[in-house]
C-alpha cells in the first residue's frame, strides 16, 4: 500500500513540475525502502553506472555538439538556400522549403529542438515577409522539426537503441524510410493548403540558381554522408562517425569564416550542459529500472496482457497510446527510459521486431513535441516568434493528425522500416 502510495506522490510531482531525475529517483529509493527491500541499495550505485557504462551513448554528445558547431558555421542558410532552389518555384515553395530544409538539417542535427529554434529564427520571418500568415508558418516549422529525430544520426535512436540494446546502425538504417514518407505527407499537407488558401509562390518567384546554391552546401551535405557511410557499412562505429562529424563540422564552419574559437567553445558547453541534465536522468531511471527488475514489473505487466488477450498487434497499438500520452507531459528522453525497459520486452516476447518496435517508439514519442500541455516545439517556437501558444496548437493539429496516421501505418506494415537495414545486412 505504501509502495502505491509513493508512486501516487511522483505522479503528483511530476504533475507539479518536478524535476524528473529527482522526482523518479527518490520515489525509487523510498520505493525500496517501503517494500522492506532496503539492502538491495547497497548495490544500486554498482547498477547504475553499469547502465551508464555503454559505448553507443559516447554517440550522442558528439551528435549534439556536430548538430551545434554546423548551426553556428552558417549551414542552416546554405541548406535554406539549396531547398530554395530545388522548390521554391512551387505554390505555397516557402513551405516545401521548410520541410526540405529540416530533411537536410535532421542529417546534421538530429535533433526536434534543434531544427525548430533554426528554422523559426529564419524560415518564419521570410515566409511572413512573404504573404504567409505567422501562425501557418510557425505551424509547418514544428511539424517539419520532427523529421530531424527519424531520420539518421538521431539523438533519440542512440539513446534507445544504447538503453534496451537494439543495433543503432539497423536503427539508422530503417529510421531514412519513415523520415521520408513523414517529408512527403508534410508535403503533400502543405500544397493542399497552398491550394485551398492561395498561398504565395508558383511561376515568376526568384530563386537561387541550382549549382551555386548546390555547391555551398555540398559542405554540410557531405556530413550525413559520413556519418550514414561509416555506419551503415560497418567502416566505423557511431561514435567514431560522430568524432569525425565534429571535426569536420569544426573545419566546415572555420572554412566558411563563421566559427571561431568563442563558437566553438559555446556549442562545447551548451553540449556538456545538455549531457549532464540527461545522464541525471538516466541515473534515476537506472534506479527505476532495478527496482522494476526486482520485483518483476515485466513479467507481471505480460501476464496482464496475456489475460487481456490483446495479441501481438494490439498490445503495439497499446504501446502507442501509451507513449503518445507521456509525450504530453515528459521529456522524450525521460519518457523512453522510464517506459520502454517495461513495455518492451513484453512485446519483444510476443515476437515484435526490436528495430521496427524502437523506430515507432522513437516516432511516437517525439509527437509529443507537438502536443499540448508541455509540447517542447511548440513551446521553443512560439516563444521565438511570438505566436500565440494555442492558436499554434490549432494550426498544428491537421499536421499531428496526418502524423498519427503515419505511425499507425508504421506500426501495422513493419517492413517499411525493415526493408532497408534488411537490404544492407544489418538484420
Known amino acids: ?25 527518490a520515489a525509487s529509493v523510498l520505493s525500496f525502502v517501503a517494500g522492506g527491500s532496503s539492502d538491495f541499495l547497497a548495490i544500486l550505485p554498482q547498477r547504475v553506472f553499469s547502465q551508464l557504462d555503454v559505448f553507443a551513448f559516447l ?20 541548406l535554406i538556400d539549396l531547398a530554395m532552389a530545388l522548390v521554391g518555384r512551387f505554390k505555397g515553395g516557402l513551405g516545401h522549403v521548410n520541410i526540405m530544409a529540416s530533411v537536410f538539417f535532421a542529417g546534421v542535427s538530429g535533433s526536434a529542438v534543434a531544427d525548430a529554434a ?10 511572413r515577409e512573404r504573404g504567409y500568415t505567422e501562425t501557418y508558418a510557425a505551424a509547418v516549422t514544428a511539424a517539419s522539426s520532427i523529421i530531424g529525430p527519424i531520420i539518421p544520426p538521431s539523438v ?3 539513446f534507445y537503441g544504447a538503453l534496451m540494446g537494439a543495433s543503432v546502425p539497423a536503427l539508422f538504417a530503417a529510421g531514412v524510410m519513415p523520415g521520408l514518407l513523414l517529408a512527403a505527407v508534410l508535403m503533400a499537407m502543405n500544397a493542399w493548403f497552398a491550394r485551398r488558401d492561395d498561398h504565395p509562390g508558383g511561376a515568376g518567384i526568384a530563386v537561387p540558381r541550382l549549382g551555386p546554391a548546390l555547391w555551398h552546401a555540398l ?80 513479467r507481471r505487466l505480460g501476464e496482464e496482457v ?23 507531459v515528459m521529456d522524450v528522453k525521460a519518457a523512453v527510459a522510464l517506459l520502454a525497459p517495461i513495455l518492451v520486452p513484453v512485446a519483444l516476447e510476443m515476437g515484435a521486431d526490436p528495430v521496427h518496435l524502437g523506430i515507432v517508439i522513437c516516432f511516437n514519442i517525439t509527437l509529443g513535441l507537438l502536443s499540448p500541455p508541455f509540447g517542447g ?17 490549432r494550426a498544428v ?31
Not at 118 to 127: C, D, E, I, K
Request: proline content about 4%; overall charge neutral; hydrophobic content about 65%.
Open 1 to 25: 500500500m505504501l509502495f502505491f502510495l509513493i508512486l501516487a506522490l511522483s505522479i503528483l510531482g511530476l504533475l507539479a513540475g518536478g524535476a524528473i531525475a529527482y522526482v523518479v529517483g
Open 219 to 298: 559542405p554540410a551535405l557531405s556530413l550525413p554522408l559520413i556519418i550514414l557511410g561509416g555506419v551503415l557499412f560497418g567502416f566505423a562505429t557511431p561514435a567514431e562517425s560522430a568524432a569525425v562529424a565534429v571535426l569536420a563540422a569544426m573545419g566546415i564552419g572555420i572554412a566558411r569564416g563563421e566559427l571561431d574559437w568563442a563558437g566553438i567553445v559555446k556549442a562545447g558547453e551548451r553540449t556538456a550542459v545538455m549531457l549532464g541534465a540527461v545522464f541525471v536522468i538516466l541515473c534515476a531511471i537506472a534506479a527505476f529500472s532495478y527496482l522494476a527488475a526486482l520485483y518483476q514489473l515485466p
Open 397 to 427: 493539429a491537421p499536421f499531428l493528425t496526418a502524423q498519427i496516421a503515419l505511425l499507425l501505418i508504421l506500426t501495422l506494415f513493419s517492413e517499411i522500416t525493415l526493408w532497408l537495414p534488411r537490404s544492407l545486412g544489418l538484420l
Open 306 to 328: 496475456a489475460e487481456l488477450g490483446l495479441g501481438p498487434v494490439g498490445y503495439l497499438i497499446a504501446i502507442n497510446v501509451v507513449f503518445l500520452l507521456a509525450g504530453m
Open 156 to 158: 533519440i535512436l542512440i
Open 377 to 393: 516545439v511548440l513551446i521553443i517556437i512560439s516563444t521565438v516568434t511570438s505566436v500565440n501558444y494555442w492558436s499554434l496548437v
Open 118 to 127: 533554426a528554422m523559426s529564427n529564419t524560415l518564419v520571418p521570410a515566409m
Open 59 to 78: 554517440a550522442m554528445p558528439l551528435f549534439v555538439l556536430t548538430g551545434d558547431l554546423m548551426n553556428r558555421g552558417g549551414v542552416t542558410r546554405a
